[in-house]
């Protein structure tokens, strides 16, 4: 599969963006997406996730950090996953990936398929 991500920017804090995920690839929509940021000088860290299965509350997974701001959706029928971002802090600034893979996992280090990221930068 091939990802590219799209939807990231400049934006106050306290304000919303919306990152997609766009993928090619017939068998999209049974791999699991995971959303993951860098800052500059941090590692990668792990902010949401999805299992390919739709219609279940219990399918997302989100960052301690994320929870009750950001949302991770998907539209199979686009092979799209999309990453809601509400409220966002100065502290959410980073290039934000997504990735997929066959094996349900937070870890980054698990993923196959990467995206080319997408900045993201909240001003105070």
């Known amino acids: 599969a091939q990802l590219v991500e799209s939807g990231g920017g400049l934006v106050q804090a306290g304000g919303s963006l919306r990152l997609s995920c766009a993928a090619s690839g017939r068998t999209f929509n049974t791999y699991h997406v995971g959303w993951f940021r860098q800052a500059p000088g941090k590692e990668r860290e792990f902010v949401a996730a999805?299992?390919?299965?739709?219609?279940?509350?219990?399918?997302?997974h989100y960052a301690d950090s994320v929870k009750g701001r950001f949302t991770i959706s998907r539209d199979n029928a686009k092979s799209t996953v999309y990453l809601q971002m509400n409220s966002l802090k100065p502290e959410d600034t980073a290039v934000y990936y997504c990735?997929?893979?066959?094996?349900?996992?937070?870890?980054?280090?698990?993923?196959?398929?990467w995206g080319q990221g997408t900045q993201v930068t909240v001003s105070s």
């Open positions: 999805t299992r390919w299965s739709v219609g279940s509350i219990y399918n997302a």
């Open positions: 990735a997929a893979d066959r094996e349900f996992t937070l870890d980054a280090s698990q993923y196959i398929y």
